[in-house]
């Protein structure tokens, strides 16, 4: 898979962290900053991250912050990106089998490394249920149409 990720100074350690699993798995990682712990404005990272996805340069993306919040809004505002705030494994199924999550944010300072690793491997294993799922997902498109 074609994954993009990004982060701020806060979510930084967790995307090396990440990076270096999603290699380990062989997928294809661009990453979108920031580069360093020095304290920068997210959204400057997390939406080229997001626009990838919307434009097909890539299949998923993770954006990693602080609490994981500000960086799943920015990415929801890019059209066709659902971004999932997850923060145990149960949200990040959910996130893919309910909301076809494309997108997944995690906040650094929210949960341990071994559980955001466990987060990534769920959102990215875990199919969606499609059925009354689509419904609202198209739902939602229309909406915001
Ligand atoms: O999670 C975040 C946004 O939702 C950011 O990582 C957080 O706001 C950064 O805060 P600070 O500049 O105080 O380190």
């Not at 990004?6 to 661009?30: N, P, Q, T």
């Not at 500000?70 to 149960?90: M, Q, S, T």
Request: proline letters at 2%.
């Amino acid at each position: 898979m074609k994954i993009a990720i990004a982060s701020d100074h806060a979510g930084y350690r967790y995307k090396e962290r990440i990076k270096a699993h999603l290699a380990e798995l062989g997928h294809e990682v661009a990453d979108h900053g920031c580069h360093s712990t020095e304290s920068c404005d997210y959204p400057d990272f997390i939406r080229p991250a997001a626009e990838a996805v919307a434009n097909g340069g890539a299949d998923r993306a993770i954006v990693l912050g602080g609490s994981g919040n500000g960086e799943a809004i920015v990415a929801n505002r890019v059209r066709g990106v659902r971004c999932a705030l997850c923060w145990n494994v149960e949200t990040a199924e959910l996130g893919r089998r309910h909301n076809n999550a494309n997108c997944l944010s995690i906040g650094e300072r929210q949960v341990s490394e071994e559980l955001a690793l466990a987060i990534v491997d769920t959102w990215l294993t875990t199919p969606f249920d499609g059925g009354r799922h689509q419904r609202r997902i198209d739902l939602i498109d229309a909406a915001s149409a």
